[in-house]
């Protein structure tokens, strides 16, 4: 069961796993039932109470599905009572952190387009951030920590200024993951020089 926040599983989530069950005990009942015969809710209680969210971190949750038939089922009729169905403890992923890939890197040679190298802007060096190659490395080696791990779970930036990048300028390329991982943290620096081409 894959989840955003194991303290915080929401109903869609918990949904996303029930869904076969629900419809493996429909068809016991019916094999040529199908999704279309019937709809569910999971519920807090057994009287029905709206469910939120549940935390699956510190331990196992009793919660209660309740199957309706569809109106125009041919197959199917009438609704269940609350049914009770324990979810499993959810076992934190701990994060690993990244810091330790700091000063491991060799320096990344880039070039970037330019529409006057001499006087390279700053939006021009902001490509440095997106450079095929170096978004490529960096994956290789955030994968490397942590193969789960993609794109969206850090940022790349760079220290760079505007100026004349018409001959090699080393520049600092920073990686840092996002709040928002749930298998990354912390950030690592390496050495890049980038020059500018038109």
């Keep these: 069961m894959t989840v955003m926040d194991p303290i915080a599983v929401t109903k869609a989530e918990i949904k996303i796993v029930l869904d076969p ?7 016991w009942i019916n094999k040529t039932a199908t999704t279309a015969d019937f709809t569910y809710d999971v519920f807090k209680d057994k009287d029905g109470s709206e469910l939120e969210t549940v935390n699956l971190q510190d331990s196992k949750v ?18 269940t009572g ?8 959810l076992i934190k992923i701990e994060k690993v952190d990244i810091s330790s890939r700091e000063g491991t890197i060799p320096y990344s040679a880039l070039e970037i387009k330019a529409a006057n190298p001499n006087a390279t802007t700053i939006n021009e060096l902001e490509k440095i951030n997106i450079e095929a190659t ?6 290789k080696i955030v994968k490397d920590i942590v193969e789960a791990v993609i794109a969206e779970d850090y940022t790349i930036t760079n220290n760079a200024h505007p100026g004349d990048y018409s001959k090699q300028q080393e520049v600092i390329i920073l990686v840092k993951a996002k709040d928002t991982s749930k ?8 050495k890049g020089y980038v ?4």
């Design 82 to 89: 609350y049914i009770k169905v324990t979810l499993p403890q």
């Design 195 to 198: 020059k500018a081409i038109k």
């Design 134 to 139: 170096l978004v490529a490395k960096v994956l």
């Design 183 to 190: 298998y990354i943290s912390g950030k690592f620096a390496f």
């Design 21 to 27: 069950i629900v419809l493996s005990a429909v068809q």
């Design 62 to 79: 009793d919660v209660y599905v309740q199957i309706v038939a569809a109106q125009d089922s041919m197959v199917v009729i009438g609704n």
